[in-house]
């Protein structure tokens, strides 16, 4: 971890310059209360930063950018990569919306040492550059649903991570199989303003829970950022209602990033698939 901060030093001056430089570049945009992003692993671009490239094709607004723990790809903690990342998205005008961490589904934070120091490392990069809001999941390996013990062991790490969280101005995004109330569970716990809930509506159909009634059941403060997704199909297309959901986040005052996962229709394939996921989330959220 020594190491690990001292090279995270080394890179703070330029990284914060950029970052500086990144949210001037994007503040009129960020004026705006839906922005359209998606994951870079939804983009065919895990832990690399072509994926602001494909955005760029897209006409996406930003991406999500994935924590590489256990994926090949371009490593965040090194400064030259950050370097990288940010003058990409300075010079293509696609902003980096968040983090993920998607190697905690199978180094789950329940259980693992590993996956408690790759939050802690994530957490002192995201200042670095700009970011404010992390994705941590809870998937695979580290579902919790039905498994009391391993969330309770997931608040008692939480509570450590939280104070770090708090001092670097960031939020971490709890997504789960849980219902809206194991969410509130956690989140009240730990009772902490930088752990909140990374919202899925279509994880949550999957799981049999109405999710219109579970977004109002968290409410709009408790959500940190969406992800806006189908299987098989394009938005519009397929189970879940944007317009109701539309709707429900009106009624909240929220504002914030929809990021896409998923929602390809394999005749269109994935450039032509997520200008259509784009165009309907504008039409929907901003012309709606």
């Not at 955005?55 to 030259?80: H, K, M, S, W």
């Not at 498994?147 to 001092?167: G, S, T």
């Not at 109330?181 to 994880?203: C, F, Q, T």
Request: glycine share 10%; proline share 3%.
């Amino acid at each position: 971890m020594h190491h690990l901060s001292r090279r995270l030093f080394l890179g703070s001056t330029l990284g914060t310059c950029l970052a500086s430089q990144i949210r001037l570049a994007t503040a009129a945009g960020s004026a705006q209360r839906f922005r359209i992003g998606a994951c870079d692993w939804s983009l065919g671009a895990t832990c690399q930063s072509r994926a602001l490239e494909v955005a760029r094709e897209i006409g996406l607004d930003g991406v999500q950018v994935n924590f590489r723990t256990v994926e090949q790809g371009e490593d965040l903690r090194l400064p030259e990569v950050r370097e990288r990342y940010q003058t990409k998205s300075a010079e293509l005008g696609v902003a980096i919306c968040s983090l993920a961490i998607s190697g905690l589904n199978r180094v789950p934070l329940a259980t693992n040492d590993r996956a408690e120091e790759w939050v802690r490392e994530c957490i002192e990069v995201m200042p670095l550059m700009g970011q404010k809001v992390v994705l941590l999941a809870f998937f695979g390996e580290a579902d919790l649903r039905g498994k009391p013990e391993l969330q309770e062991r997931v608040i008692e790490r939480l509570r450590r991570l939280a104070p770090r969280a708090e001092k670097a101005g960031v939020i971490l995004g709890v997504e789960s199989t849980l219902d809206a109330e194991g969410h509130l569970r956690i989140v009240r716990a730990v009772d902490s303003p930088a752990v909140k809930v990374y919202y899925d509506m279509l994880n949550m159909l999957h799981q049999g829970y109405d999710p219109y009634e579970d977004m109002r059941k968290l409410g709009g403060e408790l959500i940190c950022e969406i992800h806006c997704k189908e299987s098989g199909t394009i938005l519009g297309k397929g189970r879940l209602d944007f317009r109701r959901i539309k709707g429900i986040l009106d009624d909240f005052g929220w504002q914030g990033w929809l990021v896409l996962e998923g929602a390809v229709d394999p005749a269109l394939g994935l450039v032509e698939s997520y200008k259509r996921n784009a165009d309907f989330l504008r039409q929907v959220f901003l012309r709606g």
